[in-house]
C-alpha cells in the first residue's frame, strides 16, 4: 500500500523552542514508518520539524498520491503529550487535505487518544489510540486487502453514527526486534546545518526504552500507560554505531522518560559504548531516586553523559508528596552533588502551582535551586492532562480554555493558589536570579564565564528588585483555589514502580 505517513509538530509554531533552535526528527513517527516498509508498503514521510506549513504536507499528498495517509506522532517527544493548541491546529488542517484528496485517512497521538471524536471529525476515518505501531500495521493490511477494520485492537471509528471504540490492544515488550528509525526518509543534512549553525555541533536522538512505571499523578500517559518496556544495552549500542557510520553525530539525545531504570543497565550500557568506541557526550532524563541508587550516578558519567536532567518539581517535601513524586527533596541534593562531583551536568525541571502550595514553599524550591547548584533549569506551571489523576480531581474548576496553544504559555487552566500574571512573573524572576546565580557559580568553581554571560546577569540582577516588587505585588491568594488536593498513595507506594504483571488499564474514550 502506498502510505504517506507524518507528524504535525511544528517547531515554528512553537515561539520559544524555535528561537531555542534545538530540533531533532520524529522517532515514533520514523519507527513507525520503518515498520511500515518492512511489512511491503510503499511509505514516504512527511517531517513537520522544520517545515514552514502544513502546505507542504498538501503538496507531498498531490506529488505521491497516497492510498492511505497517516499522522503517526512522535509520542517520544514530551510536547506532543502536552497536546498544544497550535499543533492540534496543524493535525486538523492535515487530516482535512488528506481526507479531501480522496485517501484512507488515521491519526495516532497523546491528543487523539484523548480526543477521539475531535480527530474523527476534522476528518480521521480511524484514531489509533494508544501505542499504536502493531494497531497501525493491521490497519494497513486491512485497508490493502479491502477487508472490514472494525475489530481491530486499538482503534476509535465512526459506525452507525456513533463512535465505536474496540478493545485495548496490549503494548508491544520486544523492542529488540524492531528496525531501527527509518531516518532515511528524512533530510538528516538539513538537521545536521542547523544544529551546527546554531550551536556548533549535531546532535541526533534515540530512544531506550517506552513509558514509564512511576505514579506522578500530573504526569499524562495516553500511550504506554504505566507500562515500561526497555531495549537492551546492546541494541541500543548498535544503533549508536550504526549513527555514527552513517551521520557522525557529536552528541546524542536520549528522549526515554528514563533511561537506566533497570538495575545493572547503565554500567552495561558503559561497557560497551566504551569497547565499541563510540562513547560521546549525552544528556538523558532520570528521576533523583534513582540517580542516588548504587553507582548510577557515576556509571552515567562513564558512559559518557553531559546532561542529566530530573523532574525535581519542588522544594517542599509537602508538594512532593501531594504530586505522589515518590522522591525527596535530600535525593534531589544528593543527585546533584554526584553528578557534579562525577564531572557532569544536572539540571531540574520545577513546577510551580500545584494546589496547596504557599509562598513558603515556593521560597522553598528556590533555595532548593540556590542550593543544588543545577546547570539548567527548566520551569513549568500544573497543567492538567486528560487521563491523569490530577485533571480528575480539578476537573470542575477547568474553564473553556483546556489546552496550552504553544509550550511558553504557562497559564492556569485551573483555579490555582494565585494567578497566571502571578506564575509568568515567578518565572521571569526565577531566571533573573538564577542566570546571576550561575555566573557566580562559575567564577566560584575557577571558571570564566564568557562576556554575554556577565552581561546577561549583571542585566538581570538590575531588574530583579523590580520584579520582585511586581511578584509580591501579585501575591495575591485566589479565594477559589482549588484547596490540597486528596492523596491516593504514601510516598512509600509513589516511589515503587508500578508492577508490570497487570494489563493494559483501559483508558476512556472521549
Known sequence: MKLLIGHSYFLKFDPKLHEAMRPYPPLGTMLAAAQARD???????????????????????????????????DNFNYLSKMCLLNMRDAAFEMLAAASDSGCRTAVCGSDATDNVALFLEAGAEVVIRGEGDATLLELLDRWQDGTSFVDV????????????????????????????????????????????????????NLVTTRGCPYHCNWCAKPIWGQRYNARSPKDVVEEIV????????????????????????????????????????????????????????????RAGAAFVWIGAESGSQTVLDAMEKGTKVEQIIEAADRVHAAGYKIAFFIQFGYPGEDLEQIEKTLQL?????????????????PGTPFHERV????????????????AMLFEGPYSTEFYRFLHHRLHLEYRARRTW??????????????????????????????????????????????????????????????????????
Not at 370 to 381: H, L, N
Not at 445 to 465: D, E, I, K
Request: hydrophobic share 40%; charged share 25%; no cysteine.
Open 441 to 510: 557559580w562559575s567564577f566560584q568553581n575557577g571558571q570564566r564565564p564568557g562576556l554575554r554571560a556577565v552581561l546577561s546577569a549583571v542585566w538581570g540582577l538590575t531588574r530583579l528588585p523590580m520584579v520582585k516588587r511586581r511578584l509580591r505585588r501579585l501575591a495575591v491568594t485566589n479565594d477559589a483555589a482549588v484547596p490540597e488536593l486528596p492523596v491516593a498513595l504514601t510516598p512509600e507506594a509513589a516511589a515503587l514502580p508500578s508492577s508490570q504483571n497487570l494489563p493494559n488499564p483501559v483508558r476512556k474514550t472521549r
Open 153 to 204: 485492537a486499538g482503534i476509535s471509528y465512526v459506525g452507525d453514527q456513533s463512535i465505536k471504540s474496540t478493545d485495548d490492544r496490549r503494548n508491544m515488550k520486544g523492542l529488540d526486534d524492531l528496525p531501527f528509525p527509518a531516518r532515511d526518509l528524512i533530510d538528516m543534512g538539513r538537521y545536521r546545518e542547523v544544529w551546527v549553525e546554531h550551536h556548533g555541533h549535531f546532535s541526533v
Open 242 to 301: 550504526m549513527l555514527d557510520e552513517l551521520y557522525s553525530p557529536d552528541h546524542l539525545w536520549f528522549a526515554d522518560d528514563i533511561v537506566g531504570l533497570k538495575p545493572g543497565w547503565i554500567a552495561e550500557f558503559a561497557d560497551l559504548m566504551q569497547a565499541n568506541d563510540v562513547v560521546r557526550p549525552f544528556n538523558a532524563l532520570s528521576r533523583p531516586d534513582l540517580m542516588v541508587k548504587g553507582d548510577t550516578a557515576e556509571q552515567f558519567g
Open 369 to 385: 535551586i540556590w542550593r543544588a547548584r543545577p546547570d539548567d533549569v527548566g520551569v513549568s506551571v500544573s497543567y492538567p492532562l
Open 39 to 73: 511489512a511491503g508498503h510503499e511509505v514516504v514521510l512527511f517531517d513537520a520539524m522544520l517545515a514552514d506549513s502544513t502546505s507542504e504536507w498538501t503538496a507531498m499528498l498531490t506529488e505521491h498520491q497516497p492510498e492511505a495517509a497517516v499522522i503517526f506522532e
Open 395 to 410: 476537573v470542575e474548576q477547568i474553564g473553556d480554555t483546556r489546552n496550552w496553544r504553544d509550550s511558553d504559555d504557562l
